[in-house]
Every structure is written in structure tokens, then in C-alpha cells.
């Protein structure tokens, strides 16, 4: 078994620190220039913070068609984004930079991170056995894999950046962030709730649903609210 | 001093009015210290048992191994279908393997994290808001079951029937439904063996992680406490209470996000509250597993509800997020 992940322990304290919010200014500052020369170190970083949201509790679902479906989308806007114009989260205007000294860093070193998480759980779809069955599924896994490189080519690129799904009115939330919440959520839930999750944990086919048939079922299941209108995703992912 | 016959009649109605009270709380005390039962079976006993959990049209077999040596608990659970993922969890780690991946996440925490200690378990107002009513004994797995039925009083929650050992309260079989009956998710046992021990051999992984990628991670310490912080949800479904509320840092988010979680005893509802910097996301809904998720973007935050409870709850929710200050954030409709 290789555990070369981290050069040495004080350096993965350092992380482990800064990954729970608790490294000081100044040494957040010092290591946010070396996460900027490093390559190495920005996937360090981010398998370390993915890390840290993906077994923040013992309770994790798997990953779903529609889910993979959303990170391969995410991915490629991605990568348009990367390719065409300018990342969004980039050094601040030297007018700003005192002030957002750490904040800009904490920025880059999370877009990092997801692209790392996005780029696992893209592998995790196509590797999961029982996903590469039916034509549309072969499909999407091919997509996924290619997403996958690129994803994984641009975790180690300086200036990668995950775009928000912004402009897109009603839109749902973004994958990663829903699974966070789900898994942060998950350590509340009582006995009963807890068992149900539980139960769901190693399930390798059960995330999300797209918006329409969540509606669907929420109406199905309101009583008296069925005339709420839930706003969907018009991209009808 | 003399009573008439309307006094006595008075009188005993009102006594029998007491007694049926009476019989009927102690019916429901019995029913919830049935639940209580199962969740400290399901926590303290030793067993080992394989179930098949479905959730819509979906169904996994999965194997569960739960070890508690005073109070030391180890739990494994294996993916039998497909994935063959292992999730083998103690009081202080996780450890996930992933053969699929070709590797190990390792997540070590503080022994002392006594997050789950600070949500009440069945409270007594609990029937409030849910009935709850033991059933017939039944026969499940060859063994005498008792049904317990947990009905929600409103449209805001969801229901369980439970099917307990009648002699060890361990769940035999569970259903998630929703008001008007649809089942969401059940979890069945197909067999089921409560041991007296468990050998180190049930708890170790089957599979064979020589050169996978091993990932650690260290939990220190998170920030937690009790007060709401200046946030504050003001249209909350009866019985809903603020359990706790931590900020923690989230892959993917620039600033630590704002966890809120609320409670009627059963049900939980998480609140995620989180600036954002880019351009309003709009809201929504969506469906996760059997738990529902809402959205919605106001005045540079983006606020997400959690929970296994019907869509309207979590959307009353969102929409009714206020700041100590007073204004309503969000406009969810």
C-alpha cells in the first residue's frame, strides 16, 4: 500500500489544520504560496479537503445516473470555462489584495478540491460495475471518463476553477455541494432516520433525482399543498 | 352534605374520563418505549445480518456486522451487490474502502464527539405530533414481531412502520411512508443473527487493499453550540427545534458554512447557510435518496434544507430564514 499522499507530517498537519479552518493567517498565507508554486502539493490539497467532506460521517450515498450526469456537465463547463475566458476565482486586484489576503487562497485551494472530488466521483461512475450497463449508460461513462482526465488534468493546472451554475434560473444545486450537505446532514438524523440513511449507504445507485420527477413525487405526496409551485430545472437534467 | 344524582353522574364521568386518559398515555408510553428499546437494540446488542434495502425501484443487499464491547462500538457494512465497497466505522474512525477505486479514505476524529448526545431521543411530547400505536404481533423471519406504526400528524413529516423483535426490539423489518401511505424506502432483513460476541475476523475488511491509495484525514474539532447565532427560522412545522448549530468548512466553499439543525424528536431538518460570491442561482427542488433538498439564493446567501421530511417542509423553511435583524432573506416561492 502506497501512503505517499503527503511529503511529511508536519506538512499534513499543516493541511489537516487548514482544512478545519483553524491554520493562523499567516501561516495560511505561507502555505497558499507554496499550494500556488506547487503542483504536487494542490492535489495533496485537494484529496485532502475531498477527504474530509467524503467520510465527514460514516453515512454516504452512492452515485446516481442523474448525478454522474451533472458532474460530467459540470465538468465540461469546467473546462470551457478554463479554456475560453478568464477563471473567475484569480488573484484579487491589487487594490483588494490586503484585505482578502487568505480569503482569495481559501478560494483556489477549494476550486482545487472540487475538481478533485468531481474528478473521483466521475471515476467512481465508471468504474462501478453496475453502471456500465445499456447504451446510454455506456455513453455517459465514456463522457465521464473523458470528463474525468480533464478534470484531473485541470486539478493540477494553477489556475483551475469550478464555476458556479450561475445564470441558469431555478437551477439545481451543484452536485458536490448537495452531497456535502447530505453527508454533513446525516450526522444529525435520529435512530431512525440514521438506520434509513445507513441503510442507503453502500447502495451504488442512489443520490439524486432530477427536479421534475422530485416535484412530481412532492406533489404526489402533499396533501394540501399539491398548487405550491417548485421552481425546475428548465436544462431538465 | 348531600349529592345529588347529577353530582355523582359528574363525578364519575369525570372519572372515567381520567382513567381513559390515563389508559390511553400509558398505551402511547408503552408504544415509544418500544422505540426506545430499538434504538438502544440497534446501539448495544452484537449481530450480525444481511438486508435488503429498496428505495423506489431500486433494491441493494448489504451486509451489516455491529460490535459493542462497553460501549465501544465497531460496525461493518459491505455492499453485496455490485460496488463491493466496505465502510468499517469505531468510535474514532472511518474507514471506507473503495475496490472500485483502488483506494482507502481514513477519517479520524476525537472520541468525545458527543454531536449525537445533543439530540433528545423521543422526547415524551413527541406524540404531539406523530401517533404512535403498537399493532398486531406478526411473524417475521420465523420469529414473533411486533408492529409499531408511527403516523404523522400533519403533512409535514413522514411516518415509519417498524416490525420489532417482540423479544429483542431489534427492527426485523422498517418502512419510510409518507402521509397518505406511499412507501418511500424499506429495509428488510433476509436473516439476522444476535451473537453474544463478535470475533475480530466479522470486523476486519474482505477486501484486499495491497497498493491502494490510502487518504487520512484528521477531524480536530469543530465549532458547536446551541445558539442560533442571529439566524433564525421562523416558519417551522410544529414541534421543530433548534438542536444545534456549527460552522465547519465545506469542499467547494471559500467561507466555513453555517449548519443549522432542527428537530421535533424524530424527524431532522439540517439548514445550510452559505455566502456566496458568484451570481444568484435562482431555487429548487430536489430529491436525494429518500430525503428532499431546497434552494434558494437571497441577498448574497445561498440557504439549502435537508431532510428526510415532505417537500413543503423544507421549503417553508428556506423561505422563512430571518436574521436577528428582522428582515426575511429569502423569498422561496
Not at chain 2, 85 to 96: G, K
Request: neutral net charge.
Amino acid at each position: 500500500m502506497t501512503e505517499s499522499m503527503l511529503p511529511n507530517e508536519a506538512l499534513q498537519s499543516q493541511l489537516s489544520a487548514f482544512v478545519d479552518g483553524e491554520l493562523p493567517s499567516l501561516e495560511t498565507e505561507l502555505l497558499a504560496r507554496r499550494l500556488a508554486r506547487e503542483p504536487e502539493l494542490q492535489r495533496a490539497m485537494g484529496r485532502y479537503l475531498l477527504l474530509g467532506e467524503a467520510l465527514r460521517a460514516p453515512i454516504r450515498g452512492g452515485v446516481s445516473r442523474s448525478f454522474s450526469a451533472k458532474i460530467a456537465a459540470a465538468i465540461e463547463q469546467a473546462d470551457t470555462q478554463a479554456n475560453g475566458k478568464e477563471p473567475q476565482l484569480v488573484e484579487p486586484t491589487a487594490r483588494k489584495r490586503s484585505m482578502l489576503q487568505a480569503a482569495p487562497w481559501l478560494k483556489s485551494a477549494a476550486g482545487i478540491a472540487v475538481a478533485a472530488s468531481v474528478a473521483l466521483v466521475a471515476v467512481l461512475v465508471v468504474r462501478a460495475p453496475q453502471q456500465a450497463t445499456g447504451t446510454a449508460l455506456a455513453q455517459q461513462a465514456a463522457k465521464s471518463s473523458a470528463a474525468a482526465q480533464l478534470a484531473a488534468n485541470a486539478a493540477t493546472g494553477e489556475s483551475y476553477v469550478v464555476p458556479a451554475v450561475a445564470n441558469v434560473p431555478s437551477a439545481p444545486i451543484p452536485a458536490a455541494r448537495l452531497t456535502n450537505y447530505v453527508v454533513a446532514h446525516s450526522e444529525f438524523t435520529s435512530p431512525l432516520g440514521q438506520r434509513n440513511m445507513l441503510m442507503g449507504l453502500l447502495s451504488g445507485d442512489q443520490t439524486t433525482t432530477d427536479t421534475k420527477s422530485a416535484e412530481a413525487k412532492s406533489a404526489a405526496d402533499a396533501d394540501t399543498h399539491a398548487a405550491d409551485k417548485v421552481a425546475h430545472n428548465p436544462a431538465g437534467q | 352534605m348531600t349529592l345529588t344524582l347529577r353530582d355523582v353522574t359528574k363525578v364519575c364521568v369525570f372519572a372515567c374520563c381520567l382513567l381513559a386518559s390515563t389508559l390511553s398515555q400509558a398505551v402511547e408510553s408503552d408504544a415509544r418505549e418500544w422505540l426506545e428499546r430499538m434504538s438502544k437494540a440497534l446501539a448495544e446488542r452484537n449481530y450480525d445480518g444481511r438486508f435488503i434495502h429498496s428505495s423506489d425501484d431500486q433494491s441493494e443487499t448489504l451486509r451489516i456486522v455491529h460490535r459493542n464491547v462497553r460501549g465501544k462500538i465497531t460496525e461493518r457494512l459491505v455492499s453485496l451487490d455490485g460496488s463491493g465497497r466496505e465502510y468499517i466505522r469505531t468510535n474514532t474512525e472511518v474507514t471506507c474502502y473503495m475496490p472500485d477505486t483502488r483506494s482507502v479514505l481514513v477519517e479520524s476524529r476525537p472520541d468525545s464527539d458527543a454531536l449525537l448526545s445533543l439530540i433528545p431521543a423521543y422526547r415524551s411530547g413527541l406524540e404531539a405530533y406523530y401517533d404512535i400505536s403498537a399493532g398486531p404481533v406478526v411473524t417475521i423471519l420465523g420469529r414473533h414481531a411486533q408492529l409499531l406504526t408511527v403516523q404523522p400528524r400533519d403533512e409535514f413529516r413522514y411516518g415509519y412502520r417498524l416490525w420489532l423483535d417482540a423479544e429483542t426490539a431489534m427492527p426485523l423489518k422498517s418502512q419510510l411512508f409518507s402521509r397518505n401511505g406511499r412507501v418511500i424506502a424499506q429495509v428488510a432483513f433476509a436473516e439476522l443473527a444476535l451473537r453474544d460476541k463478535i470475533p475480530d475476523s466479522d470486523l476486519l475488511p474482505t477486501v484486499d487493499a495491497t497498493g491502494y491509495e490510502w487518504i487520512r484525514h484528521e477531524i480536530r474539532r469543530r465549532t458547536v453550540s446551541q445558539e442560533s447565532v442571529g439566524w433564525r427560522v421562523t416558519n417551522l412545522p410544529l414541534g421543530f427545534r433548534l438542536q444545534v448549530t456549527r460552522l465547519q468548512p465545506m469542499v467547494g466553499s471559500s467561507v466555513p458554512v453555517r449548519h443549522l439543525v432542527y428537530s421535533d424528536g424524530l424527524a431532522t431538518v439540517s439548514v445550510f447557510i452559505e455566502q456566496v460570491v458568484s451570481a444568484a442561482q435562482g431555487s429548487g427542488l430536489q430529491k436525494v435518496g429518500s430525503a428532499f433538498a431546497f434552494h434558494a439564493d437571497a441577498q448574497g446567501y445561498q440557504v439549502t434544507a435537508v431532510g428526510e421530511v415532505p417537500a413543503v417542509t423544507v421549503k417553508n423553511m428556506v423561505g422563512s430564514l430571518t436574521r436577528d435583524a428582522g428582515q426575511s432573506l429569502s423569498s422561496a416561492k
